[in-house]
């Protein structure tokens, strides 16, 4: 069974930066591509990005393209998130989620694609 662990989440004033880790273990890492999601209060359930098992394809949602950035260390078994020029409206709870998908360039920033996820770091943008 796979488990996942976020870390690197806090209080960022706009236009900070966070990096946040998901550490993936129970299961052969590379054969999962992985996903983070956020949710704030009140809204539902977003899609921020995503990286494949296989040639790291990444993907991302239009509202944080060009300021995150996802990757991965198959040797770790660790997913990262860097955020870059947070804003407020970044505000939510993040966490990972793991889909087994062998070798493959596949990934989806759709929730209900993934079965498994951890559970999550707050992330606050404010001033």
């Known amino acids: 069974q796979v488990q996942l662990v976020e870390s690197g989440g806090g209080l960022v004033h706009p236009g900070g930066s966070l990096r946040l880790s998901c550490v993936v273990t129970?299961?052969?890492?590379?054969?999962?591509?992985i996903a983070w999601f956020r949710q704030a209060p009140g809204k539902d359930r977003e899609g921020v990005s995503c990286?494949?098992?296989?040639?790291?394809?990444?993907s991302y949602a239009n509202t944080v393209k060009g300021r995150f950035t996802i990757s991965r260390d198959d040797a770790e078994n660790t997913v990262y998130l860097q955020m870059n020029t947070l804003k407020p409206e970044d505000t939510a709870d993040y966490y990972c989620?793991?889909?087994?998908?062998?070798?493959?360039?596949?990934?989806?920033?759709?929730?209900?694609?993934?079965?498994?996820r951890g559970q999550g770091t707050q992330v606050t943008v404010s001033s």
């Open positions: 989620a793991a889909q087994l998908s062998g070798r493959s360039t596949w990934c989806s920033v759709r929730p209900s694609d993934f079965v498994t």
């Open positions: 129970g299961s052969r890492f590379d054969d999962y591509a």
């Open positions: 990286i494949s098992s296989f040639l790291n394809r990444e």
